[in-house]
Every structure is written in structure tokens, then in C-alpha cells.
């Protein structure tokens, strides 16, 4: 007779695909080269993507999601706030209140239309 493990106990392993990828937050994923899903139910697809807010997604070239519940698409574009969406290119990056609670004095929608600057570089 076969033991079996109660659901609620079963380790949660999450997907990866791609060189260089790591996906650690539960249910996160995290596909493409070099991307990096640390934040719980995050999801980093692309090249060279982080998404390390809770709820949070990076996809495209160099993008990162720190704040929960944001989205950044595109190529170097960086979403810091609760909730911020940012697309585009290079965009600048405000610092934000907080990364987990709504303040009302950040930015929520976000088009970059830069050009390369040392500044925007990932580290």
C-alpha cells in the first residue's frame, strides 16, 4: 500500500524554463535567460527580468518589478510602486512610499520614452 502526502503538505517546486533562470517565491515562474521570480505568485519572463514584489511581473529586456502587484514590460523599465504598471523604454524611476501599501503620491502608470543613461543601468 502506497503512503500518500496530504495536499497541504506537498512541497511547492516552482517552474522554471531558460538559462541562468530561478523562480523562489511560491507559485512563482520564471522563463527566458537569466530571470529571476523571488516575489510570491511573481512571474519573470524574458532577459535579464526580476520580479521581486509579491504579485509582480517583469517581461522583455532588463526589466524589474520590486513593488507588489506591479508590471514592467519593455526594455529597462523598472515598476518600484504598489501597483505600478510601466511600459516602454528606459524609464525614470520615481522612489517610492512604500512597495507593499497604496500611497497616494505614487506613480501608478508609467511610459518610458528614454534613451540609455548610466543611471538606468541594472546592476
Known amino acids: 500500500m502506497e503512503l500518500?502526502?496530504?495536499?497541504?503538505?506537498?512541497e511547492i517546486i516552482p517552474p522554471q524554463w531558460g538559462a541562468g533562470t530561478t523562480a523562489e517565491g511560491k507559485y512563482?515562474?520564471?522563463?527566458?535567460?537569466n530571470t529571476?521570480?523571488?516575489?510570491?505568485?511573481?512571474?519573470a519572463i524574458g532577459e535579464s527580468t526580476t520580479?521581486?514584489?509579491d504579485f509582480s511581473t517583469a517581461m522583455g529586456v532588463n526589466t524589474r518589478a520590486t513593488g507588489d502587484f506591479s508590471t514592467a514590460m519593455g526594455d529597462s523599465t523598472t515598476a518600484v510602486s504598489y501597483?505600478?504598471?510601466t511600459i516602454g523604454i528606459y524609464n525614470t524611476v520615481v522612489p517610492s512610499g512604500?512597495?507593499?501599501f497604496f500611497?497616494?503620491?505614487?506613480?501608478?502608470?508609467v511610459i518610458g520614452n528614454g534613451k540609455i543613461n548610466i543611471l538606468h543601468?541594472?546592476?
Do not use: I, V
Not at 512563482?28 to 535567460?33: C, D, F, K, Q
Not at 529571476?36 to 512571474?43: F, H, I
Open 36 to 43: 529571476t521570480a523571488t516575489g510570491d505568485n511573481s512571474t
Open 4 to 10: 500518500q502526502q496530504p495536499l497541504g503538505l506537498l
Open 98 to 100: 512604500d512597495k507593499s
Open 121 to 123: 543601468r541594472m546592476p
Open 28 to 33: 512563482s515562474t520564471a522563463m527566458g535567460r
Open 103 to 109: 500611497e497616494a503620491n505614487d506613480r501608478l502608470f
Open 83 to 85: 501597483g505600478q504598471t
Open 51 to 53: 520580479a521581486t514584489g
